[in-house]
C-alpha cells in the first residue's frame, strides 16, 4: 500500500507549539435529547426557541460556506452545492414543517419535536435499500443533529475521554469545549471555524496547547488515526507528514522546548527594565488547572481570575459554598499574592447553559445581555457570587473587577449590593476580608474609556481589556475568522483609549494594569511601558517571554518612542515604527 499524502492546510495559528500526534476526528455524536410537555402560553415560546435555533444553524452554514470557497475549485463546488441544501433544509423541508407541528399538535419540546419528525422520515426511507437515498437520509440527519444541537446548546461528545497522544479536530470549539480538554492527553487541536482572539484561542494559549483554528477544508482531509502537524506558531496543518516533514518539525519543536527551558530560568529574575523600573507582571487564570503553571512562572499576583469556569460545562449554577471553596484554594495557593477575581463575564462566546438559557439571543450578542449587565439584572447570581469572593477574601489578599462595564451607574449599583453584603456578613459573624476587598473595573468598552475620568473616581483600580477593547472600537468580532484582518491592537483608535485611560488612571492615582491578549505579547510591552503602564497581566506561558523583553527596555527609550507612536494616524506605520524599536532596543 502506498503511504498516504501528504496534506497542507493554513489556517490561524492561536496558540505557539507545535504538536505532533495522531488525529481524533470530533464526530457529532448521539445527543441526549430532553423530553417533556408544553403547555398554553408556553407553546408559542417553543416555536420561537425553534426559529432561534434555526437562526444559529442557518449562521453556522453561512460560515462554512465562506469558509468553503476558500476550498480547491472541485471541492469547493461540491462543498458549496452541499451546504446549499443544507440551507434550503432549514429554510423550509418536511423536518422543520414537522417539527413545528409536532411542537402545536403533540405539545412537546422542540428538540424531542425534532427528533420525533427525523425518527419518522428515517423509518419511512429505511426500507428502500438506495444508496442515494442513504446518502441524502445523512445529510437531514445532519442538518436535524444541528438543530438539536443548538437547541440544547450541547456540542459534541466530551472531549475528556479522547486517547493519549491525541490532536483534536472539529468543526468548531466554544471555550467551554476547550475548558475540558486535558492537556495531559491532548497534544493540540485545530478546527475550521473560530478567530484569532476568541476565548477558544485564550484558553488554549492558557493550557500551552498548540492551535490553529479557521482552517478550511480541514475535515474533510483527515480521517481519525492519521498522523497529524499542527504547527501553531505558522498556522499551518500538515496531515500524514512525508519522513522528512516530519523530522523537520521534530526539529522545531525541539528549538521550541529549548527556548521555553531557558525563559523559565527567568523565573527568579526581578521584572525591572534596565533602568531599574520595577514592572508588576501577573498571570491570567481560566482553570484551576493553571495553577502550577502560574507557582512556576513567580508572577507577583493573579491580574484577571476569570471567573467563568465555575459555570462551564454543567446544567447547574454553583452555589455560593461551591464557589468560595474554589476561590478559596486559589487564593490561598498564592500565599499572600493579590488574587484579582473577575465577577461572571458570561455572554458573547462564552454561554453558560444554567444562566443563559431564559434569556435567549441577547446573551449571545456581543452588545447584548452580558458581563455586570446579566449579574446587575440576576441579582442572587451577583450576591452569591460577591459574598463568596468577600469570603476568600478573608484567606488572603483579593480585589474585585467588573466586566463590561460601560456607565457610572453599574459600578455604583453593584457597590450597593456589595455593601448590603458586607453588613449582613458581619451581622451574622462569617469571616470575611478585612478591610473591604477594592473594586475595579475592565476598560473594554469605548464608553468606559472615554469617560474614564468619570469611573476612576467610583473605581479603586482599572483594568484595561484590550481584547473587548479592540472589538468594540474596531466593531470587528474576536471569535469571526473572516474578519480577523481587521482586529487591529495597533490601531491608533485603540492606542489612543488605552493612552487617555492611562492618564485618567495616573490624574486619579489609581491603579491600572493591561490584562488583555496585548499584554502576553513581548512586541506590545514596550509601548505599553512607554504610554505609562506599570503592571501587565498575562497567561503563565507568556510570562517568560514578557518578562525577558521588560529587562532589555530603556524606559526613556521606550516612552520617546510611544510618543512618537501616539502621533500617528496610520496602523502600518505604527507597526512599523514599534517593530523597528523591538528589533534595536
Ligand atoms: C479583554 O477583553 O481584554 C479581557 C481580558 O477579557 P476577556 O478576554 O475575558 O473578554
Ligand atoms: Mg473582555
Known amino acids: 500500500m502506498s503511504p498516504a499524502k501528504e496534506i497542507v492546510i493554513e489556517g490561524l495559528g492561536v496558540s505557539s507549539g507545535i504538536a505532533i500526534g495522531e488525529v481524533h476526528v470530533r464526530e457529532s455524536g448521539a445527543i441526549l435529547v430532553p423530553e417533556y410537555t408544553v403547555k398554553g402560553a408556553k407553546i ?28 480547491p475549485p472541485a471541492a469547493a463546488e461540491e462543498m458549496g452545492l452541499l451546504l446549499e441544501a443544507y440551507e434550503q433544509m432549514l429554510e423550509d423541508s418536511r423536518l422543520v414543517r414537522g417539527a413545528f407541528r409536532r411542537i402545536r399538535e403533540d405539545k412537546i419540546n422542540a428538540e424531542f419535536a425534532v427528533q420525533a419528525e427525523i425518527n419518522e422520515i428515517t423509518r419511512g426511507f429505511a426500507a428502500l435499500d438506495d444508496s442515494y437515498i442513504a446518502a441524502r437520509m445523512d445529510d437531514i440527519r445532519e442538518v436535524a443533529d444541528r438543530l438539536i444541537r443548538a437547541l440544547t446548546q450541547s456540542h459534541v461528545k466530551p472531549l475528556n475521554t479522547v486517547p493519549k497522544g491525541s490532536i483534536i479536530i472539529s468543526e468548531d470549539m466554544t471555550p467551554a469545549d476547550t475548558a475540558q480538554l486535558n492537556p495531559k492527553k491532548v497534544l ?59 523530522a523537520a518539525f521534530e526539529a522545531k519543536q525541539s528549538a521550541h ?57 454543567r446544567d447547574d449554577v454553583p452555589s455560593e459554598d461551591e464557589q468560595y471553596k474554589t476561590l478559596r484554594d486559589i487564593v490561598k495557593a498564592m500565599n499572600g499574592r493579590t488574587v484579582t477575581i473577575r465577577t461572571l463575564d458570561i455572554g458573547g462566546e462564552k454561554l453558560a447553559q444554567s444562566i443563559t438559557q431564559d434569556i435567549g439571543e441577547s446573551a449571545q450578542s456581543a452588545l447584548g445581555l452580558r458581563g455586570i449587565r446579566l449579574s446587575l439584572k440576576k441579582s442572587n447570581l451577583l450576591e452569591d457570587q460577591l459574598t463568596a469572593i468577600l469570603r476568600a477574601g478573608a484567606h488572603g489578599p483579593v480585589r474585585i473587577l467588573l466586566p463590561m462595564v460601560a456607565t457610572q451607574q453599574e459600578v455604583r449599583k453593584t457597590r450597593d449590593v456589595l455593601k448590603k453584603l458586607v453588613r449582613k456578613l458581619k451581622r451574622k459573624k462569617v469571616k470575611i476580608a478585612d478591610p473591604i476587598p477594592p473594586v475595579g473595573v475592565m476598560i473594554e468598552v469605548p464608553s468606559a474609556a472615554l469617560t474614564a475620568d468619570a469611573l476612576a473616581s467610583v473605581s479603586d483600580f482599572f483594568a484595561v481589556g484590550s481584547n473587548d477593547l479592540t472589538m468594540y472600537t474596531m466593531a470587528v468580532d474576536r471569535t469571526d475568522e473572516q474578519v480577523a484582518g481587521l482586529y487591529n491592537p495597533l490601531h491608533p483608535s485603540v492606542l489612543r483609549l488605552i493612552q487617555f ?45 514578557v518578562k525577558q523583553r521588560v529587562r532589555e527596555i530603556d524606559l526613556a527609550a521606550a516612552q520617546n518612542r510611544a510618543t512618537v507612536i501616539m502621533g500617528q494616524t496610520d496602523s502600518g506605520r505604527i507597526a512599523m515604527l514599534l517593530d523597528d524599536f523591538n528589533t534595536l532596543v
Request: charge should be positive; aromatic fraction near 2%; glycine fraction near 12%.
Open 501 to 545: 485611560t492611562t492618564e485618567a488612571a495616573l490624574r486619579a492615582r489609581i491603579p491600572i494594569s493591561v490584562c488583555g491578549e496585548m499584554a502576553g505579547d513581548p512586541r506590545f510591552t514596550a509601548l505599553l511601558l512607554g504610554i505609562g503602564i506599570r503592571e501587565l497581566s498575562m497567561s503563565a506561558h507568556a510570562l517568560g517571554p
Open 188 to 246: 493540540g487541536f485545530a478546527t475550521v471555524l473560530g478567530g484569532a482572539q476568541g476565548h477558544t484561542a485564550i484558553m488554549a494559549r492558557a493550557l500551552g496547547l498548540p492551535a490553529v483554528l479557521g482552517a478550511p477544508g480541514l475535515l474533510g482531509a483527515v480521517k481519525t488515526g492519521d498522523t497529524i502537524v499542527v504547527d501553531g506558531n505558522q498556522g499551518r496543518i500538515v496531515i500524514n507528514p512525508k519522513p522528512s516533514t516530519l
Open 257 to 313: 522546548r529549548k527556548r521555553l527551558g531557558r525563559l523559565a530560568r527567568l523565573r527568579r529574575q526581578p521584572s525591572v527594565t534596565r533602568d531599574g523600573t520595577e514592572i508588576s507582571l501577573g498571570c491570567n487564570v481560566e482553570l484551576p488547572i493553571e495553577m502550577p503553571g502560574v507557582l512556576d512562572t513567580g508572577a507577583s499576583n493573579i491580574g484577571l481570575l476569570r471567573s467563568e469556569f465555575m459555570f462551564m460545562n
Open 44 to 71: 408559542e415560546a417553543e416555536c420561537t426557541r425553534l426559529e432561534d435555533a434555526l437562526k444559529v444553524a442557518q449562521r453556522q452554514i453561512g460560515r462554512l460556506k465562506t469558509k468553503a470557497r476558500n476550498l
